[in-house]
């Protein structure tokens, strides 16, 4: 094994990495011992010595070269393939594309990045049928005056910050002592700055001070890039602290919910806020309404709040939530198009929702319509499961959207991402965002068992898992992100196969479903970064359980917790740990990522959460009133709390009714 360990000193006037023995560094490599296969890499110890007499400052890079034809680099949540260099990128929204030669912004053939941007500490790529990578831990402390890596068991001093780098220039995963963001730093899509001087970033050796760092390597076999899975599923293992104790199940869900009810439901629109705010100059509340059927508000708020009403017995809670259901499905529709108009302002239905000016073309939205029909489902079927209550008109309006949904399919089978106005016909495709339809139609068929269409959903499927899941890049779905990867429409694909599974017994649905469960953990936090910035690090906020939303915007935030019912489903069929304890991370991060009491994250009534939380100082956009940064925005958005919410009040709360396990998480022990 061949490891490259260059440095680059603060002192250097450059930005070059130069060999060890230029800096006035050493490094000593013990033999390595292991096969470099998932559950037992490579495992390298090197030593790193200042053999100066005066204090060194900089990032050291340790690189692993490999042979390579064809690379697909995977640094889990930052970089998934090329992330999109290979296609145009003079788009609004920047994110880290890899190309290669001397690209313009915003992209590189080489990337470096502090470790608390990924989800996983380790750097991958997948080329010519095997997957090269490496892991080591996200930072260092200093116990008893003496600089090691952290390890979960470890609650010392916190020292600096370690990174990851990928070269698509030299054929290199890399693994750094400090960091570096570069060439640019990615705050969030619409906020970009270049690479800065070495500063607080470096990691400092005294004079003949030496550092141990501990590397696993992997080299090994895989028939596709999903193998890097494998890999991820052992450093989770290795490196996971569950989250910190929140509130039981049954608190979550009245908390939120209440919350929602109270402070967010507008009775003229028949709806709920996109963003409430506290105003300080009235005591009262100010409102962003920017109005949709789903997506981030509409029918992804109200379903999960008719759902939690129906658990709580809470009748004008209900209420509320069906004026809303009922309110889209009576006037949404496009006679035009046959399709749904996606947003409403001053009392007129449009396409124009906010996320309008940023689209390439316009038309309706496959991910809302979708979305739209699966949450008007879910409330059809708890309002007959939990009152007996038959909503005919909501299938009949399903079923007429779905059949025009079904006639836009291309010849790959392919749902379009963005539909007519005039005729409903299909715009534009290659994107996963029509994984919402995928999931309506395997939905509706399991509800009402009508297998008329179940060839066509086998072949739709058999599409978004060879085009999209099993290359491990998933794009396209959010509006707001130009076809950046992202972790939001693999949550349409996994619900879809589910029902799928469901209605057919066919265990490669099942098979799909934890491919589809791997991309989307690679998203998903593991451990709980050391946050640094309030109100995130003074509540003790944990990121296990949280998955980032997208490379575009590479927040934490909560839509992944609408996926319990899908990982109880899976460990019912199969006894699988892994998944079972990933379905209880997200259950723990919902259960302590809101205002359990007023202002716990420093704004707000009980209940109120937000869609962003900044896992990352590298992401913090948002400030105190004296103008200091916070790592949360101060408002109630709905959507987020619904989320949590969906995750809590369906099949998981009569799981803890009758498998006990509501006894268990309220004990903690769930968590351990």
């Given at each position: 094994m061949n490891l490259l360990i260059t440095a680059r000193s603060r002192a250097q006037e450059d930005t070059e990495y130069k060999a060890l023995k230029e800096q006035g560094l050493s490094a000593a490599v013990e033999a390595a011992t292991g096969t470099g296969r998932p559950r037992d890499p490579f495992r390298v110890r090197i030593g790193i010595t200042n053999e100066g007499s005066e204090a060194w400052s900089g990032v050291i890079h340790i690189e692993l070269p490999f042979a390579q034809v064809h690379p697909r680099f995977f640094l889990p949540a930052f970089l998934y393939g090329r992330n999109r260099g290979e296609?145009?990128?003079?788009?609004?929204?920047?994110?880290?594309?890899?190309?290669?030669?001397?690209?313009?912004?915003?992209?590189?053939?080489?990337?470096?990045?502090?470790?608390?941007?990924?989800?996983?500490?380790?750097?991958?790529?997948?080329?010519?049928?095997?997957?090269?990578?490496?892991?080591?831990?996200?930072?260092?402390?200093?116990?008893?005056?003496?600089?090691?890596?952290?390890?979960?068991?470890?609650?010392?001093?916190?020292?600096?910050?370690?990174?990851?780098?990928?070269?698509?220039?030299?054929?290199?995963?890399?693994?750094?002592?400090?960091?570096?963001?570069?060439?640019?730093?990615?705050?969030?899509?619409?906020?970009?700055?270049?690479?800065?001087?070495?500063?607080?970033?470096?990691?400092?050796?005294?004079?003949?001070?030496?550092?141990?760092?501990?590397?696993?390597?992997?080299?090994?076999?895989?028939?596709?890039?999903?193998?890097?899975?494998?890999?991820?599923?052992?450093?989770?293992?290795?490196?996971?602290?569950?989250?910190?104790?929140?509130?039981?199940?049954?608190?979550?869900?009245?908390?939120?919910?209440?919350?929602?009810?109270?402070y967010a439901w507008l009775p003229e629109d028949k709806s709920y806020s996109t963003f409430v705010y506290e105003d300080p100059g009235t005591g009262g509340y100010r409102y962003n309404k920017i109005l949709s059927i789903s997506w981030t508000d509409g029918l992804t708020v109200a379903t999960p709040v008719l759902m939690a009403a129906l658990r709580l017995g809470d009748e004008p809670m209900r209420q509320q939530a069906l004026t809303c259901i009922t309110n889209i499905v009576e006037h949404s529709l496009n006679p035009a198009s046959g399709l749904p108009y996606e947003a409403y302002q001053d009392g007129k239905w449009s396409i124009r929702g906010w996320w309008f000016d940023g689209m390439r073309t316009p038309g309706h939205s496959a991910y809302l319509c979708g979305q739209a029909l699966f949450y008007i489902l879910k409330a059809?079927?708890?309002?007959?499961?939990?009152?007996?209550?038959?909503?005919?008109?909501?299938?009949?309006?399903?079923?007429?959207?779905?059949?025009?949904?079904?006639?836009?399919?291309?010849?790959?089978?392919?749902?379009?991402?963005?539909?007519?106005?005039?005729?409903?016909?299909?715009?534009?495709?290659?994107?996963?965002?029509?994984?919402?339809?995928?999931?309506?139609?395997?939905?509706?068929?399991?509800?009402?068992?009508?297998?008329?269409?179940?060839?066509?959903?086998?072949?739709?499927?058999?599409?978004?898992?060879?085009?999209?899941?099993?290359?491990?890049?998933?794009?396209?779905?959010?509006?707001?992100?130009?076809?950046?990867?992202?972790?939001?429409?693999?949550?349409?694909?996994?619900?879809?196969?589910?029902?799928?599974?469901?209605?057919?017994?066919?265990?490669?649905?099942?098979?799909?479903?934890?491919?589809?469960?791997?991309?989307?953990?690679?998203?998903?936090?593991?451990?709980?970064?050391?946050?640094?910035?309030?109100?995130?690090?003074?509540?003790?906020?944990?990121?296990?359980?949280?998955?980032?939303t997208s490379v575009a915007n590479p927040h934490i935030h909560p839509m992944s917790s609408n996926l319990v019912d899908e990982l109880l489903y899976y460990v019912r069929q199969r006894n699988d740990p892994y998944i079972r304890q990933r379905m209880q991370d997200t259950v723990g991060w919902g259960c302590q990522t809101y205002n359990r009491f007023d202002r716990e994250f420093d704004h707000g009534k009980t209940g109120w959460m937000s869609e962003r939380f900044c896992h990352s100082e590298g992401l913090v956009t948002e400030k105190y009133s004296d103008g200091t940064p916070a790592s949360t925005w101060f408002c109630l958005m709905p959507w987020a709390g619904g989320s949590v919410i969906e995750g809590l009040v369906g099949d998981y709360w009569d799981a803890h009714e009758r498998e006990g396990l509501r006894a268990a998480a309220d004990s903690g022990i769930m968590n351990e």
């Open positions: 296609a145009p990128q003079n788009v609004p929204n920047e994110f880290p594309r890899l190309r290669e030669g001397n690209p313009s912004r915003p992209s590189s053939p080489w990337w470096m990045v502090r470790s608390d941007r990924l989800s996983h500490p380790a750097a991958f790529a997948y080329d010519n049928g095997k997957v090269y990578g490496l892991c080591a831990s996200p930072y260092f402390i200093r116990k008893d005056g003496v600089i090691q890596q952290w390890n979960p068991a470890a609650e010392e001093e916190f020292y600096q910050y370690g990174g990851y780098s990928c070269s698509l220039a030299n054929g290199t995963v890399g693994y750094t002592l400090g960091y570096e963001n570069a060439p640019l730093l990615f705050i969030k899509s619409r906020l970009v700055k270049e690479r800065a001087p070495l500063g607080d970033n470096g990691f400092e050796l005294a004079a003949s001070e030496s550092v141990m760092v501990a590397l696993d390597v992997y080299d090994y076999e895989a028939e596709s890039e999903l193998g890097i899975n494998e890999a991820v599923e052992e450093i989770y293992f290795r490196y996971h602290q569950p989250p910190r104790k929140g509130s039981n199940i049954q608190t979550a869900a009245s908390d939120l919910a209440g919350a929602i009810s109270r059809y079927e708890f309002e007959k499961r939990c009152k007996a209550v038959v909503h005919e008109e909501w299938m009949e309006f399903v079923e007429r959207v779905l059949l025009r949904l079904e006639k836009t399919k291309n010849s790959d089978e392919e749902y379009p991402a963005i539909l007519s106005e005039r005729t409903g016909a299909g715009l534009e495709y290659d994107s996963f965002s029509g994984a919402w339809c995928l999931a309506a139609l395997a939905y509706y068929s399991w509800l009402t068992g009508d297998k008329t269409r179940l060839d066509s959903l086998r072949r739709s499927e058999r599409h978004y898992y060879q085009t999209y899941v099993k290359r491990m890049e998933c794009y396209g779905a959010p509006l707001d992100a130009d076809k950046a990867p992202d972790s939001e429409g693999i949550l349409a694909y996994i619900k879809a196969v589910r029902f799928l599974h469901a209605l057919t017994g066919d265990d490669l649905y099942l098979d799909h479903m934890r491919d589809a469960l791997g991309y989307e953990f690679s998203f998903k936090f593991g451990y709980n970064s050391p946050v640094k910035v309030p109100p995130l690090s003074t509540v003790g906020w944990s990121s296990c359980g949280g998955s980032v």
